[in-house]
């Protein structure tokens, strides 16, 4: 009798952990490594043998609320998520997460992270690279947004999983030259450049 008794508060401690309600935002992490956010729908309780297993997204930012509106996102089309910092060594993600896609977020407020979309970048066996940004009012930055090298983090995330899609299916060749216009972006409008051009705006207006 009493092994059938705890057997029950067992079933009923599992019952209520799969049944709970979703997490809030995890609080922001400081350290490099990794942090897997979540599984995707495909390995829940709920899952069957018949989904295909894909390899996860990575998504390096600091942006907690962005982080988390991508995450339930991706939950809800069976995309798994994991998410790093955007100052790490992007080629060492690229090594420990496998990724099917990158995406950066370049509003970390070092110069850091545009230094790991440059590495990215020159990556031979770097996935394809989604570049993020809420700078699209600067006109630069505009212009890169409207010729497809950036996405502005106002995207809605399912639009945003949308274009992920279609990284995936587009040729090698197109994300060769994708690969090759967003690195030539990246050393023109990284904060440094940023800056100078700033600084003498009143000057050339």
């Known amino acids: 009798m009493k092994t059938r008794s705890s057997s029950c508060e067992v079933s009923r401690s599992n019952v209520s952990r799969t049944s709970s309600p979703l997490p809030s935002p995890p609080l922001e992490e400081r350290e490099p490594a990794v942090q897997e956010l979540q599984w995707s729908k495909s390995n829940s309780v709920n899952s069957t ?3 295909r297993q894909v390899r996860p997204l990575l998504l390096l930012s600091e942006d907690e609320v962005f982080c988390w509106k991508l995450l339930m996102a991706a939950s809800q089309v ?3 998520l994991v998410r790093g910092h955007p100052a790490a060594d992007g080629p060492q993600m690229l ?3 496998m990724p099917e896609v ?13 230094v790991t979309a440059d590495a990215l970048l020159q990556d031979e066996n770097c996935p394809p690279l989604v570049l993020l940004t809420s700078n699209g009012k600067q006109s630069d930055f505009d212009t890169a ?28 060749a197109d994300q060769r030259e ?26 050339n207006e």
Do not use: Y
């Open 49 to 51: 043998s018949s989904v």
């Open 78 to 80: 069976g995309r798994r």
């Open 95 to 97: 090594r420990i997460v």
């Open 102 to 114: 990158v995406l950066l977020d370049l509003d970390f407020h070092e110069e850091m992270a545009w």
């Open 145 to 172: 947004i409207q010729a497809g090298c950036l996405i502005e983090k106002t995207i809605e995330p399912m639009r945003l999983l949308a274009v992920v899609e279609q990284k995936l299916v587009s040729t090698r």
């Open 178 to 203: 994708q690969s090759g216009i967003q690195r030539l972006v990246i050393r023109w409008l990284k904060p440094m450049q940023v800056g100078r051009l700033n600084r003498f705006w009143g000057i």
